[in-house]
Nanobody, 132 residues
C-alpha cells in the first residue's frame, strides 16, 4: 500500500491550501482515509476521516469551529484520491500533515479509541507552514 501526499507548502495567514492523497495498492475497496497532523514538539492530532461517503471529525476537533469549520476532507473525482481543503490558515496550523488509511471498521474503532498508531497505513507526510 502506498500513500502519496502532495499540496503542502508555505501559506500566508488567512490563506488556503489543498492537500491531496492518492492511495494505491489497497486491495479492498472498503477503506477509510483520514488526515492527521503533528506540529513540532506536539502530539499527533487527528483531524477527520472519510468512510463510505461520510465525514467524521476527531472528538478533539468536533465542535471547534476554529478547526472543523476550516478543514474539509473530501473525495476527489480522481479515483483513489482524497483532499483536505484548509482555509483561513493560522500560524498554529503549521505542522506535518499525514494521510492515513485502513479498513473501514478497523479505522472507526481505532480512531474512536485514539489508537492512532495502530492505524495501518501512513503517508510520508507533507509540511504545511503558515507564516507571513
Amino acid at each position: 500500500v502506498q500513500l502519496v501526499e502532495s499540496g503542502g507548502g508555505l501559506a500566508q495567514p488567512g490563506g488556503s491550501l489543498r492537500l491531496s492523497c492518492t492511495v494505491s495498492g489497497f486491495t479492498n475497496d472498503d477503506y477509510a482515509v483520514g488526515w492527521f497532523r503533528q506540529a513540532s514538539g506536539k502530539e499527533r492530532e487527528g483531524i477527520a476521516y472519510i468512510s463510505r461517503g461520510s465525514t467524521y471529525y476527531a472528538d478533539a476537533v468536533k465542535g471547534r469551529f476554529d478547526v472543523q469549520g476550516r478543514f474539509t476532507p473530501s473525495r476527489s473525482v480522481v479515483p483513489n484520491t482524497v483532499h483536505l481543503d484548509m482555509k483561513s490558515l493560522k500560524p498554529e496550523d503549521t505542522a506535518v500533515y499525514y494521510c492515513v488509511v485502513d479498513l473501514v471498521e478497523r479505522y472507526r474503532i481505532l480512531f474512536a479509541r485514539g489508537d492512532f498508531d495502530l492505524i495501518a497505513y501512513w503517508g510520508q507526510g507533507t509540511q504545511v507552514t503558515v507564516s507571513s
